[in-house]
């Protein structure tokens, strides 16, 4: 249950080329409205109408901040990106919001970024010493530096791009847009997704996800390669492979055991069926005798079914998600905040009450709301509770974009399982076997991912990785 | 799927009775936000603080209307009373919400109703010709009327209820809060639910919606019983049952098939329950050979997990819903209008590509959203859509307290099953057997119901029943 | 200086009656922006589009209020009514803002109202007797009750309007609003003012001063005669003078000292020109050695040019008044209180500094305000301050519909003139001279006045003025 | 009558330094508040709360923009400074807002500037070459970059400032703010105001005007002189002079006509007094015989005064000004449009019926505010209109931070005096002599100013100045 967002994707990103001038806005928006889970902290547009760029970006939700009048005044282009962002707290949000749009000698660059770039504070102070200043604390403005200043000794922003991926260390999935190109960008181990599409319109359409090609009609058309450079300009798309194959494959795991929808398809798998023999795997590999199976909504239904299916044990709806929870929702005092948990989640009494139940969630963080979750299915009835997670523990932080960061609110580095069984106040407890993890979207096992929070094989040189880089 | 609201409850009620000044406007707050589901239009609350009311209320959902600035306002008190409305467009909006605070005679009265008083045109009338004067087209402003005019000839506001409730004919659960006072009253058929509990303090309180009183960490009594005044006063809680028994039990069936959250208990059955078992029949009576069952989410969920129990043909999760929606959202222009389905719901395209797919939803009001929802299904590869409705077929307007009102508009008035089907554009399709209806909740069949949407048994005289009504 | 509000007028009315479809809200809005000095707390419109009454109304100044999607939801109509009201404090704010719209045996009215009805406590009690209900603790529910109950037993309006007049007493500038006819209707004793003229396209428009009429370009025709309904409908404009020359003529002489705007004409006499006359009348009165005259912005600049013009001394400009100050501006806290005056009202050092100095003001209630203000001037280096107030000592309280209440409120109740310039700090104090009162308008001094606030000789009987008619 | 904005100041600055933490950002707020003539598109404010620079700044007035909430979130410090900035259309208005934070090699720079930077297109491209980006399309961002350029090399932030000097031309009254220090810096010719005060608290405040310094209770100290440098640290107040005495004087003229309020003091003489004078020399200049002046409020009232003292025809309110309008205020359609002006600004009709009326307005942009407010006149009656103008004619456009920029738009470029006053409607017009210009602040004519928009003597080289900086 992510009301409490333990973890946070960092971004999602969103671009549009069309060959006239058409609502590029609106399609983006509604784009960015399919990615919103990616980031709700804040949001923005950047259009191109030809003669200049429009931009509106600000802290809040997609609906909130891109209203029906900013919308209009964003009017018409040819091209446009967007992004989601996820929720820091304090000032910095709006500065840090994107696109980011900067002006240098050939012209204007805008930049939308899902990832992180590890070796950052080394090129931020390198170009600090060169007389760089900088308006955020964003890697994304460090990216858009180490490109414009690649720009100035190149005839042509692809070749600017091309040299800035073998300066920029890390995780990115990139759209950038100039005067009259749109260019899609991943590194070369792929660490976040990003594939794009077309519409009947013939209307290119660029997403982190695939189910924000859903959103706009579009047709996916395929997933951008680890290190490839897709160029959408008007004499057609073309792809630029040299950085392909250049480093290790490593899509981040996480994105199909939960921070992705479960209706998008990333690099070929579904991120549903994933989740789905995720359960399945805990069935195998943590079976129990129990009464019925339920998920924490949103994350852990998928999984819950996955493991009923392959445990024959029927699947129940356990608990009632409050859908109107918005961002003014005034909390309850620290005296009735025990009772919050219900008032946002609240189980079925008859599903669960004299019942032992299989309850599959997605991950255990802190394990604070694992606990209160357990607490309402207990305070309902049920006689058992055996929780089941669709991960293995978490016992490492990640650097690449989202924000598992620290040891010490980890409660796997702290706490053998059978504590952390205790402390959460579960009858049994089994999280998913890390050998099982590459099987989960591949069944074949063959496609390489990025594991490092659960097995800490990082797959880029972290040994310089500077406390700056998670601002 | 509600998304396209189809059909609408009109309205849900809370109330708080403490015994000692406290922040009962927060309780309300939590416990109309539980209540949301029954009305989106306008909310408001009214606050009894030993020395006047302070009303507030507009139009808007609960986090939206009711803002920290306001609720700081309101203040506390030993008593509150709390309304949800549903949508009805134009300006008569604000006019229409409640809590209605009127002063009279012997004081003040406030009130918040769920229903519809099928005689209140005849009422208004014979007001209106002894000089009363309206300020809202609701009848709500009729049940205050008839009450403070019993009032004036009455020692005490419980025998002016018991007097109104011989002159207001069809379904009403109040709640009416005067000085000192809270009475929650249930029409003598009882077909909008209302029931009690109280919390660890010893506040009572009153709802719509068991769910309502676990949102706020109350434990639940019991249902106000059809005909039955319930009276919290500062010497205790007591009951009025002169009008108990009086008229033939009929509570609202389709508050288990759609209304209700199925976390919520109605009269002693569980709204969950009732839904798991409507799909069993659908299985029984429908059987389809198929590889997926499939529901419209939200509230085709429970049904299709009881068919695929029923069946034994597997549960799938077939449609994601953004979650983000919300008020302000920007609505596709005509052109892409037929998009905007799948902004709002994505089908899981490894889910029903290739299969034979049980759908199963609540009802079938016009048809519309079903067929685009079958499309859907088409799209996304779906070999065999059946298409299986957990109610009867309307073929009646209601007219006590939802808007399932004009025959023009529901499909089933005009067309048989084959050619809904056809229409529809589904291989087959199934509606829940008229005679199962009284099982689905009470499993021996022995609770009365108003099932007159289906049936045309109306369980009141409609023959005068005026337009006005309906506004 | 009236930010600190110390007196408040209670309300200003305006209305239209076209006889085509037009845009009659905008109109009223504009009519209502030009009356907002008369009233800031809340406002609001009716529009009768020939169908049905489309009503907004709430809290707030007119352009806060109003917005141009409310403005839109409107929609055009051929008759319109607008009311912005002064600000009490508390909840009640919303539900006694105006118009008041009701329904009731015949049809529709809406009524706004400019005063106070001094027997509606006994009016509202004999109501309730009879059943009837009260949304609002407002004297103009009680109007329109009056006058509904008048019309079930009369055929036509107008007869219920002159019924209701015998029954109504005190002060009241209505526009009443009809399915078909505008009324402006004024008391017996012309309390308040009312005016109508015409605009180039022949729609008539009403209003509680002649500067709004100038606002939407509306041509004066002539003001209400006290005790006269006017009539607007379909075959014209009439008048029905029955009940004029019942009563004394007793027009608040205050709204030529205060209330009104300087650019109206009240009854005949220009505002402006009667301001500039008590300054004159001072300047005879108390008359002081001094080096310049200022007066306290706004109310009290016209007194201090009358006053130099008389006096010969040079005027002025004093005070620079902060013209961007706006409902959310932030305050002080209370240490830094003291500043507050100069952040919003800042003396003009080189005027003043070094000078002997006569300050002008049109009033003086609690006297804190004076204070302050002569203290910024001393600070500001004045040698001496000559007091100079354009109006005699309040030491009655108003039952007409300003906020002149309590005697406890008035410093010239419980002080001598010299207690009061040595507790403001003054050098020198003058009031106008209560004899001079008749002459600042219509210099004949033939025209009659309420002037009970200042000599306590009220036109109504007094004896039975309920507290309650002045929430 | 500015309410139409024919000519805009570009901005003003303000900030503050105390000795320890306090709510430096409340007195910002206050500040900025006083200042908000010289600025209303946008706002902001940063403080330096000793650990890190927290920012707010957005589109809207002050009161708008600096929320309750949003001054929380600012927290308290030991130094702030803030901006309000003057109105362009479009979507840069955010992007360009101030203060300017920027991270550089050796800490962060927080920057406001009043001016124009006539070189700044020069500058920019330099850097560009040099790898530089810019965010916004202001010439701040150019300060900004050559400031930290040369503090790179520089020890001091001082001493990169004094370098910085040399580079920059044109118009710049700055405050800096770093890490330790608040730096006031006006350009070496001082064609912006710029000055300093200090409260009771022992506080040091800095501010365009010196109105802003009574606002917040601060004694003025002195102005900054031009080209000098105030720095504010720990170890006290001092002044760095080393580019004083290097370029010609040249305080922007019409600060005391327009610009500035008339409370305010600058370089030692009074704006007020300095009006007063500009009218009283129109009396010598321009006599006419006449039977009322009026002044167009707010800036040709003092200028009327003065002409009528110096004439000894009587002063009279001509106009009166609605002070209730807002951002939100809806304006007329086209075609009552003529009327916008009236409900903005109603001539008092009783002042200037029948009478031969000298009108004194600050200034004649384009004309056609002119025209509309004679007319105004004519229709309330006046029988001669005499336009007195309080500045010569505009004929040349400013480089130094306002927008009279195009000689296209400028009447005076395309007509003679007495076309002028044919195409406005009056019976004469007379312009201030330019001979008088340099006495009407300092009375001797030893001060010297910036004329060039009368007289097109620059005091900077402009035959390089890019059109970009205008933007």
Known sequence: MKTMREIREECGVFGVYGTRKENVALLTYYGLYALQHRGQESCGIAVNNGKEILLHKDVGLVQEVLTEKIM?????????????????????????????????????????????????????????????IFHTTSDTEVISYVITNERIKKPEIEDAVLSAMDILEGAYSLILMTENKLLAVRDKHGFRPLCYGVTSDGTYVIASESCALDAVGARFIRDIRPGEIVVFEESGVYSIDDNCGKAEEALCIFEYIYFARPDSVIDGYSVHKARLRAGAFLAKDHPVDADIVVGVPDSGIDGAIGYSCASSIPYGTGFIKNKYVGRTFISPAQKMREELLKIKLNPVRDVVSGKRVILVDDSIVRGTTSARIVRLLRDAGAKEVHLRVTSPPFVNPCYYGTDIDSKDNLIACKYSVNEIARIIGVDSLGYLNVEHLPYIADETGTKKYCTACFTGEYKTDIRNVHKYCFE
Chains 1, 2, 3, 4 share one sequence.
Do not use: C, W
């Open 72 to 132: 209009d005044s964003l009017g018409t282009g040819n091209m446009a990106i967007g992004h989601v962002r996820y929720g820091t707290t304090g000032n910095s949000g709006r500065a840090n919001a994107q696109p980011l749009v900067v002006k240098h000698l050939k012209g204007t660059l805008s930049t939308v970024h899902n990832g992180n770039i590890v070796n950052a504070f080394q090129l931020r102070h390198a170009l600090e010493m060169d007389g760089a």
